[in-house]
């Protein structure tokens, strides 16, 4: 093995943290990865955990980086980017790659991203934005269009109602304002118009003044299958998105990363890493749904895996401000990502009493629930990333959150990568495991001018893989 001769501190403790950890050392064989605070599970040469860097501690993250000669800190967590994170970081004179907390509004603030993107004309469903439930209520019963009722602050992905009628729009108003089922995140409200077609997840590098787009994924945000059940963090997705080719990297570059690169640089905003757009392909081109200032999860884990590039150089790039001078190289596979949750549950307690959990993410769930076959796993035609595993008192792998792990098939066309994904899932347990049977096929409405360049659809040899487990 090749001696380290960088070291990098990575900010994260999901999946996606995994995968970026994974594409650092992957992609260089001279980096060393302290993950902080990371994930006890996570076990590699060069990946090493530090539960010592705490996400709501940047003096931990300082104090490590003096202890140990690390070249630059990459942040990719929203809880420590929207609390200054890299601000502090910065102020301590270490090299650090992600945006600072008042450009980290444009996750942490809808109604403050809404208002960037209408005054620098990038293209996003029309809106209002309101601090009082009742005039909300008016101006939903004005509308003659479906809306999406949007709590401002940041909800852990549940914080969007998409609303098919006005009764279910004027009750969110409700449900967000008045019952504070959000909390202080619902202080204030976006109403804005609910957009149809088909989903995609972009994703960017950028060095503060030029983007290097990566591919782009479908994401399967809905906890059940056939796209139903409550909006969450991801089930799961696909990379290359199967709409994805030239012309629409043109539309995207075109249409949403320059006005969003001129609107970050007019605001004086400090942002270097990862952007993550959440866009639809709607008939009248493609708009704009949510900006994210990290990399998405469970996209991560399906695009990441792709890239070829020394990830160490992209990042030395973003720090220099020479993005503009390099390319990115991906493989040509295709990859997905399931999801496996921590579902709902039956246990007994002291008095023999039912206790009933829901499961993520529809409510209370079990933890510490041992976790097996992670070894059967195929690396020929998987990959495994760990996000809510954690190591017992006998140092065995237990389920710790919600969304546990993810199993990321690939192969050389989507049936293949979807094939691979759920026959290797099929070989993990863990009480109360669940994961929607369904990614891969394609939901929404897509009009004809995208479905003539159309690139891969799934062969009629495809089969529905069987059900969640239970
Ligand atoms: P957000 O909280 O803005 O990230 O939205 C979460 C999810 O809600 C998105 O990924 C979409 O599936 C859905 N959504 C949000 N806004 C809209 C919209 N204007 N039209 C249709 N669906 C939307
Ligand atoms: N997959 C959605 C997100 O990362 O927010």
Redesign the pocket.
Known sequence: MATPSRNVLLIDSTGRGHAIADLFQRSDPSVRVFYGPGNSSVADERICTVPEVSLSSPASAVQFCQARAIDFVFVSHIDALSTGYVDFLKASGIPTIGPDRAAARLEAS?AFTKSLLQRYKVKT?RFKVFDQPEPAKQYIRTLGYEV?V?ADGL?E?N??Y?CSDQASALHAVDNIMLARAHKDAGNRIVV?????GV?ISIFALFDGKEFLLFPAAL?Y?RSDDGNKGV?CDGMGSLSPHPLADKALYHEIQTELLEPLGAAILGEGLKYTGFIYI?A?LCDDGIKV??INVRFGDSEAEAVLPKVQSNFVQLCEGVLQGTLSSMSLETDDKCYCNVVAAQGPTLRLDEDGREIRYPGWPHGDFEVGCPISGLEAVDRRNSRLFLANVRRDAEYSLVTAGGRVLHVTGFGDNYAQAVHHAYANIEKIRFKGMSYRSDIGLIYGSVDAKRQRREIPSLPSTWQMPRGALS
């Open positions: 809808k469903a999406v949007k909800c992905g914080g969007a998409v804005e118009e609910r957009l149809f989903e994401d945000k909006n959440g639809m749904i949510e």
